[in-house]
């Protein structure tokens, strides 16, 4: 998510689900704040439900999930934030890292795959999304398009890749390419396709991309793929002209993705808070997640054995490469790399 799209909706956002349900949380005392680096309409379609359920009333303040994650530091033990939901995990870890966040009940823990949840057992994965091409055949040919991601710097793409490093979705595969293949060889790659996307193809955002790539004016780009699935939605099947398509299986431009949450150590609603994070690794909460029609996510539900709805290649069939989000670590170094490459 970025600062473009945070600043668009609004900042800071209230929902109160319905008005029983905020009646009920008046009563009960509690009242959480959310912060949220996820797309606002996801959180505030989850927060609705719990709402509903709990009669817990959820304050959610949008922005940018790195920035969230710096104010949380800055704010320390007085941070007004109960519980932190973000798109990816390296905020997460930056803030495991710092101390400040409190330990997820073990109930919460079980109902999330071990590979995606913390070690240490400080935040879970919520859901998940993977990278992919998108292109428009009009323009290059499925068999024209580079098959592994150290390609998209090849000069014979320059003026055809469309990139959006500003986005927070960005780091991981820049992290990814670090620990394949080193330091070097990820600038080097950054500065490539800085010179191929040149100053007309470097988009703010992921939508962006996928809207000019769709609209033919530019043949192809790397983003996650829900940002298809939710183009589609919103425009409809006709209108769409682009295609999507995965990098060669276990290449290091092949990056599962996971949006998570995690309580602070400093929230004075301990027990309500992790009440949130449970509901939203629940099956009701995984549904929601699953059924776009809910949340128009297009993410991978990850828990409670539910999977998605949107027709899209199921999650257990992916062959991302074979990093631990745990090797992903804080983010840091990739956004070393992209400032050094002059991409932020």
Known sequence: ????????????????????????????????????????????????????????????????????????????????????FTENTPPLEFLQGKGLLAHLDPGTLGATPARYRSAAGDWTGISARTSVLIYNPALISPGQLPAHVLQLASPAFKGKLAIAPQETDFQPIVTSIIDAYGKPAALSWLKGIKANAGSSHNYPDNETVADEVNRGAVAFGLVNQYY????????????????????????????????????????????????????????????????????????????????????????????????????LGTGSLAVSLLRQAGLL
């Open 1 to 84: 998510m970025t600062r473009r799209i945070a600043a668009a909706a609004a900042g800071m956002a209230l929902t109160c689900g319905m008005l029983a349900a905020c009646s009920a949380a008046a009563s009960t005392g509690s009242t959480l704040t959310l912060y949220s680096g996820q797309h606002l309409q996801t959180a505030q379609n989850l927060v609705a439900a719990f709402e509903k359920k709990t009669g817990i009333t959820v304050s959610i303040r949008s922005d940018d999930e790195d920035a969230l994650a710096d104010q949380i530091v800055t704010e320390g033990s007085h941070s007004p934030a109960d519980v932190f």
């Open 228 to 327: 298809w699935y939710r183009m589609r939605a919103e425009i409809g099947a006709g209108a769409t002209k682009a295609r999507i398509t995965h990098l060669a299986p276990r290449d290091p431009g092949y990056v599962i993705d996971v949006a998570g949450a995690a309580v602070l150590k400093s929230s004075r609603h301990q027990k309500a808070a992790q009440e949130l994070v449970a509901f939203l690794t629940s099956k009701q909460g995984q549904e929601i997640i699953a059924n776009p029609a809910k949340s128009i996510s297009f993410e991978y539900p990850i828990d409670s054995g539910v999977t998605t709805m949107a027709g899209e290649t199921p999650l257990r069939q992916l062959q991302p490469v074979p990093l631990s989000l745990s090797r």
